[in-house]
Nanobody, 119 residues
């Protein structure tokens, strides 16, 4: 069974930092891109950042220059370093991974971790 387990969310003041982690319980040889998405109350889920198995990254314009995505292929873990946090970054953050299983590529999701930016 594939599991993505997120950690690192919480309450932080504007301008503060948080680091999210997502560990995948699957062999590293079957994972392609990994990433983070977020969903704020009343809004659709949106892409935050993605990283391929080769290390190429992609960011939403709203987080460029503030967030950094990285991955440790040996630990099968993806990270999201979030700096200069703003109230509008408040959302549930979901980890995503493209995993090859049962002869096909599929998207898998974590359960989400709450990030609240407030004074």
């Amino acid at each position: 069974q594939v599991q993505l387990v997120e950690s690192g969310g919480g309450l932080v003041q504007p301008g503060g930092s948080l680091r999210l982690s997502c560990a995948a319980s699957v062999s590293r040889f079957v994972i392609n891109a990994m990433g983070w998405y977020r969903q704020a109350p009343g809004k659709e889920r949106e892409l935050v950042a993605t990283i391929t198995s080769g290390g190429s990254t992609n960011y939403a314009d709203s987080v460029k220059g503030r967030f950094t995505i990285s991955r440790d292929n040996a630990k099968i873990t993806v990270y999201l370093q979030m700096n200069s946090l703003k109230p509008e970054d408040t959302a549930v953050y979901y980890c995503n991974a493209q995993i090859f299983r049962d002869s096909r590529w599929s998207d898998y999701w974590g359960r989400g971790t709450q990030v609240t930016v407030s004074s």
